[in-house]
């Protein structure tokens, strides 16, 4: 009996690893005219998500990046908020996958080729130059997230009750100068 309740949690455990994002790698880069995000991340779609939207349900997932200037004395200063959402959806006439980002859509063939496109930033700018203060060191805060909030009322309630909706990576933390 001991035996199966190990290899039950265990199997929990798998499936609990499994529908998380992680942060392979992240960081600011500073140019003429601002800061570029470059982040990677490995995601991969479970298959609750990948029958949604085979059925039609389209999935917005969320980048988010914070630059907080830290303060001993208060509150920690949040210079720079910024956040790009991809919706992704099936189009069975084509056969085809849909990421609309901003007012850019693509079309992709296979959902590894969504993935693919999700899971990196390369050269965003998310900081103009007189944004940040020169000569002071600053942390960064990046997420990437399934936003359940944008999903139709009847799978919102379907996501809070389920692990297999909650598909999101853990801030990832790392300090920087200017």
């Known amino acids: 009996m001991a035996c199966w309740a190990l290899i039950a949690m265990a199997t929990l455990a798998c499936v609990a690893h499994a529908d998380t994002i992680t942060v392979r790698s992240a960081e600011l880069r500073s140019e003429e005219d601002g800061y570029y ?4 991340f490995e995601l991969t779609f479970n298959p609750t998500l990948e029958e949604a939207l085979q059925k039609g349900v389209p999935l917005y997932f969320v980048l ?5 200037r830290p303060r001993w004395y208060w509150f920690d200063d949040k210079l720079v908020t910024y956040s790009t959402t991809y919706r992704v959806s099936y189009v069975p006439l084509t ?5 609309q980002t901003g007012l850019l859509t693509h079309n992709y063939e296979s959902l590894e080729e969504v ?4 899971s990196r930033a390369t050269s965003r700018l998310v900081a103009r130059r007189d944004q940040l203060p020169r000569g002071t060191r600053l942390e960064a805060a990046l997420r990437l997230r399934l936003d359940v909030n944008q999903l139709p009322k009847p799978f ?8 297999e909706w909650s598909l999101q990576s853990d801030w990832h933390r790392w300090g920087f100068s200017t």
């Open 37 to 40: 995000l470059n982040a990677e």
């Open 64 to 68: 988010e990046l914070d630059v907080i």
């Open 95 to 99: 056969r085809q996958y849909r990421v």
């Open 115 to 118: 993935e693919r496109l999700i």
């Open 156 to 163: 919102q309630v379907n996501a809070l009750a389920s692990r």
